[in-house]
């Protein structure tokens, strides 16, 4: 499965904010009814960390100003208020098949 | 939770690795261990998972044949081995551990990343 990312890079002035789109080749929801999407942030110098896993559930300790919406192939990581933190590279990957698969990464600078 | 991994590695060409990450603050064997390749030209590849439970193991396509991924419950440690490096092995590895909220039989995202591994390839 082909993940797709947009826009590539983003600058946001804090305060604002953002939206990263993911695109899969092909529908990630299983016959349980779950969508196996997932957002991780990799923080400068930092290993990756999980942000949403199933297309919409916060992950323990990240702020509610995180949200992940979307079904089928098109998702969409948002950010309400965009915080200094917040910066680094997103990543959407999808778990439905393996192999697991990242999209490219979309790099969250502050203006 | 913790997964440490093993430090930094200079590898000639040809030449074999092991690569570890032990994993402490849960129960090892009940939880999906993955590993993640980064380079700056590819970003991130999933290269592989296993259960340490029964050592149940799913390998990419892109690294089948290249790599063997391994666990020693014993030590609570997974490893990532190649038994002839080449210089397009150079990369950060990460392992990162499943949370366990599929089940057994369904892994679906990783809640906790050791800090890298680099690994240098080169004559």
């Known amino acids: 499965i082909v993940m797709t990312q947009s826009p590539l890079s983003l600058a946001v002035t804090p305060g604002e904010p953002a939206s990263i789109s993911c695109r899969s080749s092909?529908?990630?929801?299983?016959?349980?009814?779950?969508?196996?999407l997932d957002w991780y942030l990799q923080k400068p110098g930092q290993s990756p960390h999980l942000v949403i896993s199933?297309?919409?559930n916060r992950a323990s300790g990240v702020p509610d100003r995180f949200s992940g919406s979307g079904s089928g192939t098109d998702f969409t990581l948002k950010i309400s208020r965009v915080e200094a933190e917040d910066v680094g590279i997103y990543y959407c990957?999808?778990?439905?098949?393996?192999?697991?698969?990242f999209g490219q990464g979309t790099k969250v600078e502050i203006k | 939770v913790q997964l440490v991994q093993s430090g930094a590695e200079v590898k000639k060409p040809g030449e074999s690795l092991k690569i570890s990450c032990k994993g402490s603050?849960?129960?090892?064997?009940?939880?999906?261990i993955g590993w993640v390749r980064q380079t700056p030209a590819k970003g991130l590849e999933w290269m592989g998972i296993?259960?340490?439970?029964?050592?149940?193991?799913r390998c990419s396509p892109s690294f089948q044949g290249q790599i063997t991924i391994s666990v020693d419950k014993s030590v609570s440690t997974a490893y990532l081995h190649w038994s002839s490096l080449k210089a397009s092995d150079t990369a950060i590895y990460y392992c990162?551990?499943?949370?366990?909220?599929?089940?057994?039989?369904?892994?679906?995202?990783?809640?906790?990343w050791g800090q890298g591994t680099l690994v240098s390839v080169s004559s």
């Open positions: 199933l297309g919409s």
């Open positions: 990162a551990r499943d949370d366990g909220s599929g089940g057994r039989y369904a892994p679906s995202h990783f809640d906790y």
């Open positions: 990957m999808q778990a439905l098949q393996i192999p697991w698969t």
């Open positions: 603050g849960y129960t090892f064997t009940g939880y999906w």
């Open positions: 296993i259960y340490p439970g029964d050592s149940d193991t």
């Open positions: 092909q529908s990630l929801l299983h016959i349980n009814g779950k969508t196996y």
